[in-house]
């Protein structure tokens, strides 16, 4: 008898797993995570920065952010891209201040110069595309977004001009 409700309740948790799976991992969103606030704190052109970031995570369960990167587009002209350089973990219904590393590449060194140039001109004229990745026990999902404009990632971190 013991042995027919574990087969059955191991089959009930296969099917659960894998139809979690096939509908696209419903288990979190974007609606379950909050950025609070955020600073950078140390920035180098060329190399990247540390950001603080506060983030609540709504779920009942810590999620672990794996990596990211967003490519910077200028007038259909790829600038370059930063990323995650290690993953950061969000403890359970908590809201929590974490440290991201960034690593920053430039496209080519002429890039360098436009991205300084559009920054401190037109801003409004470079999209970021990209996505994150965050993993809670087994399961992985990725979220995208293509062709953000940069003055929404500038009402988050301020002006492009206080880092320079």
């Known amino acids: 008898m013991i042995k027919r409700i574990v087969r059955i309740a191991s ?6 797993a894998m139809m979690c799976l096939l509908s696209g991992c419903k288990l979190f969103s974007l ?3 909050k950025l609070e606030g955020a600073k950078i704190i140390d920035f180098k052109l060329g190399e990247g920065a ?9 779920l009942p369960f810590k999620v672990t952010v794996v990596g990211g990167e967003l490519t910077a587009h200028y007038k259909g002209s790829t600038l370059g891209e930063i990323y995650m350089q290690r993953p950061i973990t969000l403890p359970r219904k908590s809201t929590t201040t974490v440290t991201v590393d ?9 890039a360098a110069l436009t991205a300084l140039k559009a920054l401190t001109t037109s801003p409004d004229e470079i999209t ?3 996505y994150g990745e965050g993993k809670v026990w087994w399961f992985t999902k990725r979220f995208e977004r293509r062709d953000v404009p940069l003055s929404r990632f500038i009402d988050i971190f301020g002006s492009p001009s206080n880092y320079f």
């Open 102 to 110: 960034i690593g920053m590449r430039f496209a080519n060194p002429m």
């Open 31 to 33: 609606s379950d995570f």
């Open 11 to 16: 089959i009930a948790v296969a099917t659960v």
């Open 128 to 130: 970021i595309s990209g």
């Open 50 to 58: 540390k950001v603080e970031m506060t983030i609540t995570n709504k």
